[in-house]
């Protein structure tokens, strides 16, 4: 019975060849699926793309690490769903690349944070946490407030997430530096045009309280208060995938 | 070439190998790791067979059982709302009246309010519902929107300032900033919000700067705040003679609010919160307030 391997310890370049072979069924198994059954990736009509004001956001996310204490993933779980809301679907995070889920859970799952609370509110708490939460152990994120967003290579972001998959436009493309500006610019005449650009759906608010001035923080809570809101997939009831 | 030979000790075949005149023995697998593997194999085989596992082109083998994960939480979930159905029925359906006046669902009021209001509440009102800078105190008679059951349970369905339709719309307008007034009277009007609550505030205002204060008030403030400065809930606008104040009653922070105005905002609960937790809500409110000093 271990004539084979006794064969195969003899020859190194072989021992490698089986050892890869062996390993690599786990992971060809796991992997190769989600690229052929088509249930991998829910179906729905209504997402919609992240503006560049959010692309930005995300970015600031990324940047300061937001995913290693909060995930973004609830799962289908009794006690996760009635905290959080209906559990995540995989197409709500068809255009994150990279994806957030995450599974370290020092503070809340932020999957269905967007429109839970107040603009006003997202701005103290990235300001100083204890402020409004006095047993917080959040880091505070002050200087985002002071610091001015960089969207002149918004363009090449949105360029870049095309390359993706990202369904961007040559149009959003050219005019994503303007966007990210008008979205916090409620009143300004281009804060039209993103709306056509992007959909109804579109949040255009002085995010940060400060409409003249677009900072880090307007990224932020833009992005924070959409997560989640991309698409209505995940409230509408789901069939068992199984079905 | 190797030579495999007997070792005398243990009686087991040296595998034929020589370090430094150390011989390896060729020592079987003991027999428990044996029973354990082929313990382990014939395990996944049925569990192969009963649960979803291989991948087979564009679908998948979905096992006997047929057990979906997303099924079974719907499941659970149903599960869990008919264990409560008991008393969520109840409070479905009876007047908020006839709920206070039932301990047994008034103790799973507390229960489950006190849960949903640390979910989902507590981050601006606080887990113990005092509020904080901007956010009001819940546990006061003092209620914006009106303290009544039936209006608490609106607040929190459409919210305030929010994207609800419905929603419940205020605004403090930035008097100061804005002009509506001239600069050299604010501080007078400031000194006389601030009598209204603390008679000690406006002691030494010599008479005279005080009706000017009180006419200055009636002709900018009185239309939403009221004659009296009591308030009108139709406008959500506060009452300025009690003691509980949102964004603080020194003197620099309603000089601020006078100045920039306030614009508050209140999420709606209407597409996040079912109908019935909505009312556990509201309930909790109100019996947290009646149990306050």
Known sequence: MFGLHYRLERKAIGLVIGIIVVASIGGIVEIAPLFTIRQTVEEAQDMRVYTPLELAGRDIYVREGCYACHSQMIRTLRDEVERYGPYSLAVESKYDHPMLWGSKRTGPDLARLGGKYSDEWHVAHLINPRDVVRQSIMPAYAWLMRTPLRTDDLGLHLKAMRRLGVPYTDDMIANATKDAEAQAAPDSPAAGDLVKRYGEATQVRAFDGQPAQLTEMDALVAYLQILGRLTDAAHKPVAGSGG | ?293
């Open chain 2, 1 to 293: 070439m190797a030579v495999e030979e007997r070792d005398k000790h243990s009686g087991y075949m040296t595998t034929g190998h020589v370090w430094n005149g150390i011989k390896e023995l060729n020592t079987p697998v003991p027999r428990p790791v044996w029973l354990f593997l082929i313990g382990t194999a014939l395990f996944s085989f049925v569990y192969w067979l009963l649960m979803p596992a291989w991948p087979v082109g564009v679908t998948y083998t979905k096992g006997l059982l047929g057990i979906d994960q997303r099924t079974t939480v719907a499941e659970n979930l149903k599960a869990a709302a008919l264990a409560r159905s008991e008393w969520t029925q109840r409070i479905e359906s009876g007047s908020f009246k006839e709920i206070q006046a039932d301990p047994h669902l008034m103790t799973a009021v507390r229960q489950t309010g006190h849960r949903l209001f640390v979910d989902n509440c507590a981050v601006c009102h606080g887990t113990d519902a005092k509020g904080g800078k901007g956010y009001p105190n819940l546990t006061t008679t003092s209620w914006l929107w009106g303290g009544e059951p039936e209006q608490i349970a609106e607040t929190i369905r459409v919210g305030i300032n929010s994207a609800h339709p419905d929603t419940r719309v205020s605004q403090m307008p930035a008097v100061g900033r804005d002009q509506m007034m001239p600069g050299k009277d604010i501080p007078k009007v400031v000194r006389y919000v601030l009598g209204l609550s603390d008679p000690a505030a406006a002691k030494d205002m010599p008479a005279g700067e005080r009706e000017a204060a009180r006419t200055l008030f009636e002709a900018n403030c009185a239309a939403c705040h009221g004659e009296d400065a009591k308030g009108k809930i139709e406008m959500g606008a506060p009452d300025l003679t009690d003691r509980f104040w949102i964004y603080g009653g020194d003197q620099q922070s309603v000089l601020a609010t006078i100045w920039d105005g306030r614009q508050g905002h209140m999420p709606t609960w209407e597409a996040r919160l079912s109908p019935v937790e909505r009312k556990i809500l509201t309930l909790y409110l109100v019996d947290l307030r009646a149990k306050t000093p």
